[in-house]
């Protein structure tokens, strides 16, 4: 099992990015609407790491790994008989795969499906 994407969420983005590109030799790219209007990188081993800012005045900042599954509703099925409170729902990004989130022990956990 492997972390597929890193989601920071921060209320500097563009900080935020430079401080992670000087310390890792990852380029952030535009932000991608489709991710949230997420900055972009992409490690040498292919995970992905976005940096975007709170989508609404509720949502704190927060890191939040996003497993690779085989099977997104299944991973979902799972944590939730685990205790886990689905947040998001799997939705399809198109070109993108699928993902969801959930909280389990007070933190944010996502699944993403290839």
Known sequence: MRVHYLEIVAKDVDATCSAYAAATNLHFGNPEPELGNARIARSDDGHLVGVRAPMHEAEEPAVRPYWLVDDVESAVAAA????????????????????????LGGVHHGLWQL
């Open 80 to 103: 939730v008989d685990a205790g886990g409170e689905v947040v998001h729902p799997p939705l399809e990004i198109p070109g993108r795969g699928m993902f969801a989130i959930y909280t």
